[in-house]
């Protein structure tokens, strides 16, 4: 698969078959975020894969949000962390979302679907320590992976080059 292809076939799908991506898939996966562009390489992304235990402690805190966490077999927290210096901070932001796509293109590339999340659990207090988020760290999202229940969902629209490009002179 070139990549133009994996950039238009990539959707977000919510539901998944039971399996676990297989330990050595999913490293091969996040192997691909190391690519992405840095400015000062500082290499700010983080990935946690969430394990059975981990996932259990943040089911209880996330309450009625907890039947969410359980759609896809495979969890990973993206978080990034941030320079000191505003601007720094700011590019490493840059960065680790650069880096959350080239995972998420990694698994298409594996035939895998995938499914980039923002739930407020990963913004509480409570979500963070049963994730033991060092202080410093800034969340992301949360990843989910896996095989897709049914066929990939349709795209929503998007608009033309139109719409978003201004040629200057
Ligand atoms: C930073 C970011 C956060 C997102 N958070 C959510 C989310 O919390 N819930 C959700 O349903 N989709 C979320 N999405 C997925 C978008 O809704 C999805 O990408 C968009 O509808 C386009 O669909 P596609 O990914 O299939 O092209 C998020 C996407 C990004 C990039």
């Excluded at 992304?45 to 402690?57: A, Q, S």
Aim: charged share 25%.
């Amino acid at each position: 698969m070139d990549v133009l292809e994996a950039i238009q076939q990539r959707r977000t799908v919510k539901k998944y078959l039971p399996d676990a991506v297989p330990a050595e898939q999913l490293d091969c996966i996040l192997d691909a975020a190391k690519w992405a562009p840095c400015h000062r390489m500082t290499e700010p992304w983080r990935f946690r894969v969430v394990g059975p235990v981990t996932l259990g402690r943040l089911a209880t805190v996330a309450g009625e949000g907890a039947a969410k966490l359980m759609r896809a077999p495979t969890l990973v927290v993206a978080s990034y962390a941030p320079s000191p210096l505003p601007l720094h901070a700011a590019e490493d932001e840059q960065a680790a979302a650069c880096a959350i796509y080239a995972v998420l293109l990694a698994a298409e590339a594996e035939g895998l679907a995938s499914y980039w999340r923002t739930p407020g659990i990963l913004r509480s207090e409570e979500g963070r320590a049963a994730l033991q988020l060092p202080a410093e760290e800034r969340t992301l999202g949360l990843l989910h992976f896996g095989l897709p229940k049914k066929s990939r969902p349709e795209a929503p629209p998007r608009q033309g080059t139109d719409a978003y490009v201004t040629w200057l002179d």
